[in-house]
């Protein structure tokens, strides 16, 4: 079983900035996707970033330019830096991974717990 821990979350005043971490652990063969998702009160979750097994990158138009993600993979963590925040940014942040347990098992998706972010004055 992967279990995905993350850290970093807290409350900061509009133009502040947080690292967000999510660390991996359990049986892992390879982990090729890992990003973040989130979700703000009364609205889906939505995705902010991910970055592939090359170090390929996407992020969604509204982070481009404020956010960046990063990934090690030696640790199994991936990261994602925030700066310039705004109260639109206020939301839980779920990390996930696609991760393998063998070079036999098929790939599945795990989810973080849940970090909670808020941006207030």
């Known amino acids: 079983q992967v279990q995905l821990m993350e850290s970093g979350g807290g409350s900061v005043q509009p133009g502040g900035s947080l690292r967000l971490s999510c660390v991996a652990s359990?049986?892992?063969?390879?982990?090729?996707?890992m990003g973040w998702y989130r979700q703000a009160p009364g609205r889906e979750r939505e995705l902010v970033a991910d970055?592939?097994?090359?170090?390929?990158?996407y992020y969604r138009d509204f982070v481009k330019g404020r956010f960046t993600i990063s990934r090690d993979d030696l640790r199994k963590t991936v990261y994602l830096q925030m700066m310039s925040l705004k109260p639109e940014d206020t939301a839980v942040y779920f990390c996930?991974?696609?991760?393998?347990?063998?070079?036999?098992?098929?790939?599945?998706?795990?989810w973080g717990q849940g970090a909670q972010v808020t941006v207030s004055s």
């Open positions: 996930y991974m696609r991760a393998a347990h063998s070079s036999y098992s098929s790939y599945d998706d795990y």
């Open positions: 359990g049986t892992i063969f390879a982990i090729t996707e």
């Open positions: 970055i592939n097994i090359q170090g390929g990158k």
